[in-house]
């Protein structure tokens, strides 16, 4: 497997948790980060997306994570992305952040 993955994130931060602004309770940001799932599974633009709803600056260019290696990311955040295909989208991935959904793009 290779060392090195590129990816994109949507990331919805809740109140609490980590670095966090959010207002939105846990169960608020599980309920939306799940219909945003939903709306991807049924092909919406993940970029648009993440522009439109991420909590994290990377939203701005769709989520854009760029390349990152392992050791770099949280570890649940390294085990989905680099347990991705190349194009594909992951399911709701929680870490200290928030909830992610993450879409490997290399």
Known sequence: MSGQVAASHILL???????SSATRS?????????????????????????????????GQSGGDLGSFGRGMMVPEF??????????????VVETPFGYHLIHRTA
């Not at 931060?13 to 670095?19: D, F, K």
């Not at 940001?29 to 648009?48: C, M, V, W």
């Not at 390294?78 to 399911?91: I, P």
């Open 78 to 91: 390294e085990t989905a992305a680099f347990g991705l295909d190349v194009g594909g989208t992951s399911g």
């Open 13 to 19: 931060m809740y109140a609490g948790s980590e670095r």
């Open 26 to 58: 846990k169960d608020e940001a599980l309920s939306e980060i799940e219909s945003l799932k939903a709306r991807l599974d049924e092909g919406a633009n993940f970029g648009e997306l993440a522009s439109a709803h991420s909590d994290c600056p990377s």
